[in-house]
């Protein structure tokens, strides 16, 4: 029963940050139609970033905050650069190029860091907290509470103020959006800002649990991908379940199955989600237009 | 007599294959040729997949890892000669493709390179991890073929560099011949129409479904000969030959060359084996030049660097 209760436990905090990795796909894929394959390299700079300023000799807050404000302006110049100057190309040509993307600041990162693991030191400690039979480390705590406040403050952005109902509105029609006098430019941009900065939120709170090292992007990607996918594509609150139930999956999968497989879930999860109920729990039927 | 564009193609790689050894400086340089041909013949698989039929595949090293441990593995388990298990390897990717294909082929765009990486991804991960059967990541040793040793029976002495120069090669000739046999037949001007409009497509009579799985068993059996090719001219195998790296990089050689064009592609096979050979002082950069280059090359060169170089040439003689 304890030994379930810790699955369970580690189970959510993979899944808060699957969660919010999803939140960034969900993000960028409303307001351009692209999938972005670099998603995960923003939770690896995350990481980095404040591993190196704090070796620096930053204080540990501001290393973080100095991580998430320069992931968002990487995020910012990605969409510039190369999604902007692509629209319109076929999906094939946009996989390519936000693959490359990923490659190339993976690159970028083993030269201008390093190929070590590295970790930087929990907000409140490594002594585990014991919760209901089982033990959880307070860093989980920050996680799981990061992501709540993320997804709620998302929340009330798109739903309350100006601005977000004008990323709505962009995400459900661009050019209705145009045409109504939305900056779409500026839409687009501060879509890309946020969902990089969440990334790089998510690569600083998990860290001091996972370690961070140049490589790690991929899978965190793939990971974010099949949250979202689970969820519904392109809604906020499925990336919020699919990231859940994937994480949870993935420790049960762990624990009672097989620990060299529990990577295999996701996979798995992709394509039972893609075969069975395309839409995902959430999401929109999509359909075709001729 | 004209010569079709066909003829030309099969033309310039037999040149380029007879002469280029004229100016090898040692025999080090077959490998690296040897090299291109086997990533060429895993690209022309993907130009019939994706260039042809518009479809992508983020997955195919796991067919390029199913031929190549076929090879290593057949043989010492059931006594297969390497070459039979060569085919069989080949078989058995055509057939994993079947089945996996139906399902997969159904999705497009992002939704079906995702299900691609998951598939490669899931046999990378197989290899890795049943180590008794596979040795994990450690790899396994990969018998000899054999072949070598009846040709210098014959008469004729080739170097082992030489030899696999000489037998990639071959491979590299037919299949090239057989995908620009396929472009201007029905089913490759199936492939090519449903490329355009998948609806415009089967309302002309094409089997959309049937066509699209089609180019994708043909395009596993070609990733899979080339991944038994690597393995047999290695002597050994690692579960890298199935990994996310070497499916991205099967793509970029397309996309790079001209993934429309089957002598495009295997140019860019050419680039993007070399480019390692050249970049050896600065291995580092590696990774930065090809992610840099798969986004110059699809924000600029949509077509690839051969057709839009022939493009331009078009342009400027009018």
């Not at chain 1, 905090?13 to 960028?28: D, S």
């Not at chain 1, 190309?89 to 690159?107: C, E, H, L, R, W």
């Not at chain 1, 991929?218 to 994480?247: D, E, H, Q, R, W």
Request: with cysteine.
């Amino acid at each position: 029963m304890s030994e379930t209760m810790q699955f369970l436990l580690s189970g959510i905090t993979v899944g808060a940050v699957y969660a919010l990795v999803a939140l960034g796909f969900t993000i960028i894929y409303n307001a351009s139609d692209v999938v972005n394959f670099a998603q995960g390299e923003f939770v690896m700079l995350g990481g980095m970033i404040t591993v190196f300023a704090h070796q620096a000799g930053l204080p540990l807050p501001l290393a973080a905050l100095m991580a998430i404000v320069l992931t968002a302006a990487i995020g910012v110049a990605f969409n510039k650069l190369a999604i902007e100057t692509a629209r319109g190309a076929p999906v094939v040509s946009v996989i390519i190029i936000t693959i490359g993307a990923s490659i190339f600041i993976q690159g970028v990162a083993q030269i201008v860091f390093d190929k070590q693991l590295h970790r930087f030191p929990a907000i409140s400690g490594d002594d585990p907290i014991k919760l209901l039979g089982a033990t959880i480390l307070p860093q989980s705590l920050w996680v799981i509470a990061g992501a709540l406040v993320i997804f709620t403050g998302l929340f009330l952005f798109f739903t309350k103020t100006l601005l977000g109902r004008a990323v709505l509105a962009t995400s459900n029609n661009r050019i209705a959006a145009q045409l109504v006098g939305i900056n779409i430019n500026f839409v687009m941009t501060l879509s890309f800002a946020l969902s990089a900065g969440i990334g790089a939120l998510a690569g600083v709170l998990i860290t001091p649990i996972t370690l961070v090292s140049y490589q790690v992007g991929i899978a965190v990607a793939l990971k974010g991908f099949a949250s979202a996918m689970l969820g519904g594509m392109g809604n906020p609150k499925g990336a919020l379940v699919g990231g859940l139930l994937l994480g949870l999956m993935e420790s049960l999968t762990a624990g009672f199955i097989s620990s060299q497989y529990k990577d295999a879930v996701a996979f798995v999860v992709i394509l039972a989600v893609l075969f069975a109920m395309p839409q995902g729990l959430y999401g929109r039927k999509s359909m075709d237009r001729v | 007599m004209t010569l079709s564009s066909k003829q030309a193609t099969l033309l310039v790689l037999v040149a380029l294959m007879a002469l280029s050894p004229l100016f090898f400086p040692s025999g080090y340089y077959y490998r690296i040729g040897s090299l291109i041909f086997v990533n060429g013949l895993a690209v022309t698989g993907i130009v019939i997949l994706t260039g042809y039929a518009g479809q992508i595949s983020l997955g195919h090293a796991g067919f390029a890892g199913i031929g190549a441990y076929a090879c290593a593995l057949m043989p010492p388990k059931f006594g297969v000669h390497p070459a039979l298990a060569m085919v069989l390897g080949a078989a058995l990717s055509g057939s994993v493709a079947y089945v996996v294909g139906r399902p997969i082929l159904r999705l497009k765009g992002y939704y079906l390179a995702v299900a691609s990486l998951g598939f490669g991804i899931l046999v990378s991960m197989v290899l890795s991890n049943e180590t008794a059967l596979t040795g994990g990541p450690d790899g396994m040793k990969v018998p000899e073929l054999g072949l070598r040793a009846v040709l210098n029976g014959w008469g004729l002495e080739l170097t082992n560099p030489q030899f696999w120069y000489a037998l990639s090669g071959l491979f590299l000739l037919v299949g090239a011949w057989l995908a620009l046999n396929l472009y201007d037949s029905p089913s490759g001007r199936a492939l090519r129409a449903l490329h355009g409009s998948e609806v415009a497509a089967s309302t002309v009579g094409i089997d959309v479904a049937a066509a699209k799985l089609n180019a994708f068993v043909i395009s596993a059996i070609y990733a899979s000969l080339a991944g038994s090719l690597l393995a047999l001219q290695n002597r050994m195998v690692t579960p890298d030959v199935a990994g996310y790296m070497h499916s991205i990089e099967m793509v970029t050689m397309a996309v790079l060359g001209g993934s429309g064009s089957v002598l495009g592609a295997i140019f860019g096979a050419g680039i993007l084996t070399l480019l390692p050979q050249v970049l050896t002082v600065f291995q580092q950069y590696e990774q930065v030049m090809l992610g840099l280059i798969m986004m110059l090359v699809m924000i600029f060169l949509r077509d690839g660097l051969l057709p839009s170089l022939a493009s331009l040439m078009r342009g400027r003689g009018e």
